[in-house]
């Protein structure tokens, strides 16, 4: 039988821990019961230095249920880094875990069929919202605005997947060899490989409290997102230095020509040719510096370069 984590985070969520807890905790014990995992399954809650009573509800749970388990962080680093120190407490113990948010707005009825798809075989397992109904105009506006343009930056990230997930033990260990402080899961997610399948799930609402994501924290959120996949900013200024220096030979030649006929007031070309071709000579340099930082900037990463999915080999056959 496969032991199967939850990992929540937690960052002030005193309003919907109890029936957050509640819930997880029916679903739990029933797929426990029916023999679909195992009796060392486990619901981990992670405190992201939260400000409330959130921690002494987890420390209080855990010791009415020890299906209940607790990872406090000594001060708050973001739900995502929340989330990763979860996924690698609890790659140690199971074979899968299932990261969820604490507002029960990811449907804890998919869970089973996260579970199934992993018993299949499947070791990454996107849950990916079916509808956006309850989200506000706005949110579904910026969120869309958001995929289109990660994706044309270069992260391939999968669109109304959140962070709604599941990850077998080795998606999780592959994870781990990620060496980046930056962390933008469903960016890195997908880029492990192995075989991956979707859950559609309904987003409800959040049950209770305020969104831990206001939208000053969705627009860093986005930014951190493109600049640690892609280089593709610099590329960016490196072209358009290209095309305004050669903009600039362009004009050259025709101011040239035109003070040649007489054409111009005096001193009139030189000023207009100087002004784009130092523009353009300076964004073409500072396009390549910025290729160099770029390069630099993925080195540092040390992200792993392969992940192996199987190998094929046989002993040579023992001597009877
Ligand atoms: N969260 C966290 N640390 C933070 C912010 C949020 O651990 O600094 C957790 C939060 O408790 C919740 C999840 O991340 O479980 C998603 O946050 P929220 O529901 O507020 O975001 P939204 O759904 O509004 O995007
Ligand atoms: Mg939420």
Known sequence: MKTIWLVIPCYNEKEVLP????QLQGIMEDLIKREKISKASRIVFVNDGSKDTTWEM?????????????????????????????????????????????????????????????????DIVYGVRSTRETDTRFKRGTAHAFYKVMNAMGADTLEDHADYRLMSKRALEALSEYGEVNLFLRGIVPTIG??????????????AGESKYPLKKMLSFAVEGITSFS???????????????????????????????????????????SVWGIGGLQLLALGVIGEYIGKAYLEVKHRPRYQIESVLYQKEKEEE
């Open 19 to 22: 029936e957050t807890s509640k």
């Open 58 to 122: 987890i420390t209080e749970l855990h010791r009415e249920n020890p299906l209940f388990t607790g990872i406090n962080l000594a001060h708050n680093r973001g739900h995502q880094n929340a989330l990763f120190a979860g996924l690698m407490t609890a790659k140690e113990y199971a074979d899968a875990a299932i990261s969820l948010d604490a507002d029960l707005q990811d449907d804890v009825a998919a869970i089973e069929q996260f579970i199934d798809k992993f018993l299949a075989g499947k």
């Open 194 to 207: 192995y075989e991956t399948d979707v859950v559609y799930y309904q987003r409800h609402e959040r049950f």
């Open 231 to 273: 280089i593709k900013p610099i590329r960016m200024i490196t072209g358009l230095g290209v095309l305004l220096f050669s903009v600039s030979v362009i004009m050259l030649i025709y101011f040239l020509v035109l003070w040649l006929l007489g054409h111009t007031v005096a001193g009139w070309t030189t000023i207009v040719i």
